[in-house]
C-alpha cells in the first residue's frame, strides 16, 4: 500500500534541527519542532487508545491555539477524519453537524462541555474532551499519559483527512470530503508556486509566516499550515488577527495570508510602510474579492504587489496569481489585480455556458474545475455530489466568470446565493429560514451589500403579517439569539412588499442595488 498519510509528508519537511522553533505565538511561547512532533504523537496515541472505528470523525470546537494545530495533526496522523467548527457556531448549528457526522470524538472549549457534551452524548459521540487556548482541558491531561513516540497510521491517497462543512443555496449545509491526496497535492503545488524557501532570505531561515487567521477554514488550516509545514517554515502565530501587532511581525517574516478585510484593516494603520514590510516576500490574498482599491492602496503603501488566489472548501487552491521566481510556472510574471491568477499546475479549468458548452475566452459562465485537490464529494449525500459534478468529471464551482487572452481568470459573480463577509460564508436562505419563523413575519429576503471592512455584509428585508409590529431591532435579536454572530445582518427593514418578476421569484438584484449605499 503506498504511504499517502498527508502528517508524514509534513513531518518528512521538519527541518533536521529539530531543537530549532517552529511555531512562535503571540504571547511568546516558543515551540520546537520537536514539540509538533512529540505532542501530536501523544495526542494521536491517545486518539488510537480510544478504539474507534476506522475512519472515525473528530469534530472539533476550540480557540485558535498552536495546540488545535497540533490537535488536527495528530488527526491525520491516527488516521481519523478532522472536522473542524467556527467557534463562533451556537447550538442549533453544532446539533446539526455533529448530528450529520455522527463523530466519535468531539473536543469544545471548556467554557462550552456543558451545552455540547450533551449534544454530543445525545447523537451518539463516545468521548468528548476540552480544550481551552491556554493549555488546559481534559484533552492534554489525557494525552499527557502517553507515549511520546507515534508511527503515523498509513492512509491511502483517496481516504478521507477532513470533512469541511460548506452550504449551497438551499437546504442545511453540506460536509465536504477531502482526502489526503486531495490536500498534499495541493500543498506540494503550492510550495513550489509561490516559491517557498527553506533556507536564506532576510531572516537568514529561509520563509516565516505570519499565521493570522482562523484555524476552522481551508484558508487558515490548510494553506497556510501546510504551506508553512511543508516548507519547514516557522510560524509567527495570532490568536486573533490584530492589525498593529501584524504589521509589528513584519520585520521577522517573509509571508503573510489574509482574507481582504486584514488588508483593508492594515491600511488604516499608520505604521504600515515601506520600512515595517521591507523584509516580507509575499502577500497572499484570497476567499473573497479582493477590491482593486486595496490592491493598488497596498502596493502605493508597501510597494509589494498583493497575490490574489482562489479557493473553494471543496477543492482547496484552484488558481493564482503568478510568483514570478519560478518561470516554469509564470506564463507571464504580472500579478494582475481584479484576477484570481492562472489554474494551478494539475487543475483543469474551463468556462461553461448555461447549455453546457464551452465559452469562448473573454466571455462569462459558469467555473467548472477538474484535478488532484478536487475533493471526493459530499459527506452521506450522493445525489447532491452527483448533481455537482459533470458527466466527464468536472466540479461546478457555482462561481461566474471569464478567462482572457492570457490565461488570466476572473471571477464576476456567483450563480450561488452566498453572501462572503469577511471571508466568512452566509448564506440567506439559512438566515431567512429562521426569520420566516418568527411571529408576525409573512416573508423575508437576505441580501449581501457593499461594506467597506468586511466587503460586503447582509441586509434582510422583511414584510411584516398584517395587523402586526415588527420591529426590525427585535428581528435581529432573535436572530443573534440562535446564530454565529457574523451571520446576522448587519441592518434590518420591515418593507410592504418585495420587488418580484413575473413568475413572482423575489428580484435580490434590484433589492441589492435599492440598498446598496446604505455602508
Ligand atoms: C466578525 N464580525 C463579522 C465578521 N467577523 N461580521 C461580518 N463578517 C465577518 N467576517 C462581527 C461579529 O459578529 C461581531 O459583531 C463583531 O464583528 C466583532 O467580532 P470579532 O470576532 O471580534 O471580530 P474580528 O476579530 O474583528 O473579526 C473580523 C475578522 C474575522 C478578523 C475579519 O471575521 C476573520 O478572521 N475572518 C477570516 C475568515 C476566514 O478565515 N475565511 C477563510 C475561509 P457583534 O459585536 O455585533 O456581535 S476559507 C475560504 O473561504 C476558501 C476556501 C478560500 O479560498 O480560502
Ligand atoms: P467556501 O465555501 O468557504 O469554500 O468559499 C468558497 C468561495 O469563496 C468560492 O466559491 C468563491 O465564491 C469565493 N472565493 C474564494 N477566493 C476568492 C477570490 N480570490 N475572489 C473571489 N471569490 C473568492
Same mark, same amino acid.
Given at each position: 500500500?503506498?504511504?499517502?498519510?498527508?502528517?508524514?509528508?509534513?513531518?518528512?519537511?521538519? +527541518?533536521?534541527?529539530?531543537?530549532?522553533?517552529?511555531?512562535?505565538?503571540?504571547?511568546?511561547?516558543?515551540?520546537?519542532?520537536?514539540?509538533?512532533?512529540?505532542?501530536?504523537?501523544?495526542?494521536?496515541?491517545?486518539?488510537?487508545?480510544?478504539?474507534?472505528?476506522?475512519?472515525?470523525?473528530?469534530?472539533?470546537?476550540?480557540?485558535?491555539?498552536?495546540?488545535?494545530?497540533?490537535?488536527?495533526?495528530?488527526?491525520?496522523?491516527?488516521?481519523?477524519?478532522?472536522?473542524?467548527?467556527?467557534?463562533?457556531?451556537?447550538?442549533?448549528?453544532?446539533?446539526?453537524?455533529?448530528?450529520?457526522?455522527? +463523530?466519535?470524538?468531539? =473536543?469544545?472549549?471548556?467554557?462550552?462541555?456543558?451545552?455540547?457534551?450533551?449534544? #454530543?452524548?445525545?447523537?451518539?459521540?463516545?468521548? /468528548?474532551?476540552?480544550?481551552?487556548?491556554?493549555?488546559?482541558?481534559?484533552?492534554?491531561?489525557?494525552?499527557?499519559?502517553?507515549?511520546?513516540?507515534?508511527?503515523?497510521?498509513?492512509?491511502?491517497?483517496?481516504?478521507?483527512?477532513?470533512?469541511? $462543512?460548506?452550504?449551497?443555496?438551499?437546504?442545511?449545509?453540506?460536509?465536504?470530503?477531502?482526502?489526503?491526496?486531495?490536500?498534499?497535492?495541493?500543498?506540494?503545488?503550492?510550495?513550489?508556486?509561490?516559491?517557498?524557501?527553506?533556507?536564506?532570505?532576510?531572516?537568514?531561515?529561509?520563509?516565516?509566516?505570519?499565521?493570522?487567521?482562523?484555524?476552522?477554514?481551508?484558508?487558515?488550516?490548510?494553506?497556510?499550515?501546510?504551506? #508553512?509545514?511543508?516548507?519547514?517554515?516557522?510560524?509567527?502565530?495570532?490568536?486573533?488577527?490584530?492589525?498593529?501587532? #501584524?504589521?509589528?511581525?513584519?520585520?521577522?517574516?517573509?509571508?503573510?495570508?489574509?482574507?481582504?478585510?486584514? $488588508?483593508?484593516?492594515?491600511?488604516?494603520?499608520?505604521?504600515?510602510?515601506?520600512?515595517?514590510?521591507?523584509?516580507?516576500?509575499?502577500?497572499?490574498?484570497?476567499?473573497?474579492?479582493?477590491?482593486?482599491?486595496?490592491?493598488?492602496?497596498?502596493?502605493?503603501?508597501?510597494?509589494?504587489?498583493?497575490?490574489?488566489?482562489?479557493?473553494?472548501?471543496?477543492?482547496?487552491?484552484?488558481?493564482?496569481?503568478?510568483?514570478?521566481?519560478?518561470?516554469?510556472?509564470?506564463?507571464?510574471?504580472?500579478?494582475?489585480?481584479?484576477?484570481?491568477?492562472?489554474?494551478? +499546475?494539475? /487543475?483543469?479549468? @474551463?468556462?461553461?455556458?448555461?447549455?453546457?458548452?464551452?465559452?469562448?475566452?473573454?466571455?462569462?459562465?459558469?467555473?467548472?474545475?477538474?484535478?488532484?485537490? =478536487?475533493?471526493?464529494?459530499?459527506? @452521506?449525500?450522493?445525489?447532491?455530489?452527483?448533481?455537482?459534478?459533470? #458527466?466527464?468529471?468536472?466540479?461546478?464551482?457555482?462561481?461566474?466568470?471569464?478567462?482572457?487572452?492570457?490565461? $488570466?481568470?476572473?471571477? /464576476?459573480?456567483?450563480?450561488?446565493?452566498?453572501?462572503?463577509?469577511?471571508?466568512?460564508?452566509?448564506?440567506?436562505?439559512?438566515?431567512?429560514? $429562521?426569520?420566516?419563523?418568527?411571529?408576525?413575519?409573512?416573508?423575508?429576503?437576505?441580501?449581501?451589500?457593499?461594506?467597506?471592512?468586511?466587503?460586503?455584509?447582509? =441586509?434582510?428585508?422583511?414584510?411584516?403579517?398584517?395587523?402586526?409590529?415588527?420591529?426590525?431591532?427585535?428581528?435581529?435579536?432573535?436572530?443573534?439569539?440562535?446564530?454565529?454572530?457574523?451571520?446576522?445582518?448587519?441592518?434590518?427593514?420591515?418593507?410592504?412588499?418585495?420587488?418580484?418578476?413575473?413568475?413572482?421569484?423575489?428580484?435580490?438584484?434590484?433589492?441589492?442595488?435599492?440598498?446598496?449605499?446604505?455602508?
Amino acid at each position: 500500500m503506498t504511504h499517502s498519510n498527508l502528517f508524514s509528508a509534513l513531518r518528512a519537511a521538519f +527541518p533536521a534541527d529539530l531543537s530549532s522553533i517552529a511555531v512562535e505565538t503571540d504571547e511568546g511561547l516558543l515551540y520546537s519542532w520537536q514539540d509538533l512532533d512529540r505532542a501530536t504523537a501523544m495526542m494521536a496515541n491517545l486518539l488510537q487508545s480510544l478504539d474507534l472505528p476506522e475512519g472515525s470523525r473528530v469534530a472539533v470546537q476550540v480557540e485558535k491555539s498552536v495546540e488545535a494545530m497540533m490537535l488536527y495533526l495528530a488527526t491525520l496522523r491516527a488516521g481519523y477524519v478532522f472536522l473542524p467548527l467556527n467557534t463562533a457556531y451556537q447550538s442549533a448549528e453544532i446539533e446539526y453537524f455533529i448530528g450529520n457526522a455522527e +463523530p466519535a470524538v468531539v =473536543v469544545c472549549s471548556p467554557a462550552n462541555f456543558g451545552w455540547v457534551s450533551k449534544i #454530543a452524548f445525545k447523537a451518539g459521540t463516545q468521548h /468528548v474532551f476540552t480544550l481551552g487556548d491556554d493549555r488546559t482541558g481534559s484533552l492534554l491531561e489525557r494525552a499527557a499519559h502517553h507515549s511520546d513516540q507515534h508511527k503515523p497510521v498509513p492512509c491511502q491517497a483517496d481516504d478521507l483527512a477532513a470533512i469541511l $462543512y460548506t452550504s449551497g443555496t438551499t437546504g442545511r449545509s453540506k460536509g465536504a470530503m477531502l482526502t489526503h491526496g486531495n490536500m498534499l497535492s495541493n500543498a506540494v503545488t503550492l510550495k513550489d508556486y509561490w516559491g517557498w524557501t527553506a533556507t536564506g532570505g532576510p531572516t537568514g531561515q529561509g520563509d516565516v509566516l505570519i499565521h493570522a487567521l482562523p484555524i476552522f477554514h481551508v484558508h487558515g488550516l490548510f494553506v497556510a499550515i501546510h504551506g #508553512a509545514l511543508i516548507n519547514g517554515s516557522k510560524m509567527i502565530w495570532m490568536a486573533k488577527f490584530e492589525p498593529k501587532r #501584524a504589521i509589528a511581525h513584519m520585520s521577522r517574516a517573509t509571508v503573510f495570508m489574509g482574507v481582504p478585510t486584514l $488588508y483593508v484593516r492594515m491600511l488604516a494603520e499608520p505604521t504600515l510602510n515601506k520600512e515595517a514590510v521591507k523584509n516580507m516576500r509575499l502577500f497572499i490574498a484570497g476567499s473573497a474579492p479582493l477590491l482593486i482599491e486595496t490592491f493598488t492602496e497596498w502596493q502605493q503603501r508597501t510597494g509589494h504587489t498583493i497575490l490574489e488566489r482562489y479557493g473553494m472548501s471543496e477543492t482547496a487552491m484552484l488558481t493564482s496569481n503568478p510568483y514570478a521566481a519560478d518561470k516554469r510556472y509564470a506564463k507571464q510574471s504580472e500579478r494582475r489585480g481584479g484576477t484570481v491568477g492562472f489554474p494551478l +499546475p494539475g /487543475v483543469s479549468l @474551463r468556462v461553461r455556458g448555461d447549455d453546457g458548452q464551452d465559452m469562448p475566452l473573454g466571455e462569462i459562465g459558469g467555473i467548472q474545475v477538474k484535478g488532484p485537490n =478536487v475533493f471526493k464529494g459530499y459527506w @452521506r449525500m450522493p445525489e447532491k455530489t452527483a448533481e455537482e459534478f459533470t #458527466a466527464d468529471g468536472f466540479f461546478k464551482t457555482g462561481d461566474v466568470g471569464k478567462v482572457d487572452e492570457r490565461g $488570466y481568470v476572473t471571477i /464576476v459573480g456567483r450563480s450561488k446565493d452566498l453572501i462572503i463577509s469577511g471571508g466568512y460564508n452566509v448564506y440567506p436562505a439559512e438566515i431567512e429560514g $429562521y426569520i420566516n419563523e418568527m411571529p408576525g413575519v409573512t416573508e423575508s429576503a437576505v441580501i449581501g451589500v457593499p461594506h467597506p471592512d468586511f466587503g460586503e455584509v447582509g =441586509v434582510a428585508v422583511v414584510i411584516a403579517k398584517p395587523g402586526a409590529n415588527l420591529k426590525p431591532e427585535a428581528i435581529l435579536a432573535d436572530l443573534k439569539a440562535k446564530l454565529a454572530n457574523f451571520k446576522i445582518p448587519k441592518r434590518c427593514f420591515v418593507v410592504a412588499e418585495l420587488p418580484r418578476n413575473t413568475m413572482g421569484k423575489v428580484q435580490k438584484n434590484l433589492l441589492r442595488e435599492q440598498y446598496k449605499n446604505l455602508f
